[in-house]
């Protein structure tokens, strides 16, 4: 998987005013006990694919994902491939679920390639959220974009992978100090060309 990173992303919530150059495609209601009834609406536009989580009218989390084309790892995955772009959930939102759940919705409709570059944060989903997520399936793909090769068929969650080094690297201005939480990082190679994909039927 891709470089841990601390340096800033920028990431913006979507003005809800401000979607008319998107088509929707698909949309659906989820509550739990603990959380507020919220929509998750998919919509796309000649080349991007975003999806937005709104708490009634207002925007509180969103997926920005790319149509990307690669005859090789179309030729293996059911669904159209998207590769994340950016992730960002409202701070009073965070830690009910929401983008796990987000991308297990994403699932359902495209096959989800990681981005290159991923916070702590973003790594530690795909690490334990989503290769935790039964129904979804992670392949650890190689050489991505330019010859994509199949490393692994089914990436699993283990706090103690000695994959680790193998799928993320890092880059941090001081690595005596990388809060890389339970990924055993590789602090010599940014593993850039690595990507999981999720997906909710694979090989």
Not at 65 to 92: A, R, T
Not at 106 to 124: H, K, M, P, R
Request: glycine share 2%.
């Amino acid at each position: 998987m891709p470089e841990i990173t601390d340096k800033d992303h920028v990431k913006e919530l979507r003005d809800a005013t401000k979607l008319s150059s998107f088509k929707l495609v698909n949309s659906y209601d989820y509550n739990t006990p603990d959380a507020p009834e919220l929509r998750y609406s998919i919509f796309s536009s000649n080349i991007d694919v975003l999806l937005c989580v709104f708490d009634e009218e207002n925007v509180i989390g969103n997926v920005d994902l790319s149509c990307i084309s690669n005859s090789m790892l179309e030729g293996i995955f059911n669904y159209k491939l998207l590769q994340v772009s950016s992730v960002v959930v409202d701070k009073e939102y965070r830690g009910l679920g929401i983008a796990p759940r987000a991308y297990k919705f994403l699932c359902e409709n495209y096959t989800i390639i990681s981005d290159n570059v991923q916070t702590i944060f973003g790594a530690n989903l795909w690490k334990i959220k989503l290769a935790s997520d039964a129904d979804l399936s992670l392949s650890v793909v190689t050489n991505f974009p330019t010859n994509p090769q199949i490393f692994l068929n089914e990436y699993s969650y283990n706090e103690n992978s000695s994959l680790d080094p193998e799928i993320w690297g890092v880059d941090f201005d001081d690595p005596r100090f990388i809060p890389t939480y339970d990924i055993n990082a590789c602090i010599t190679d940014s593993k850039k060309n690595v990507v999981l994909v999720a997906a909710i039927e694979s090989l």
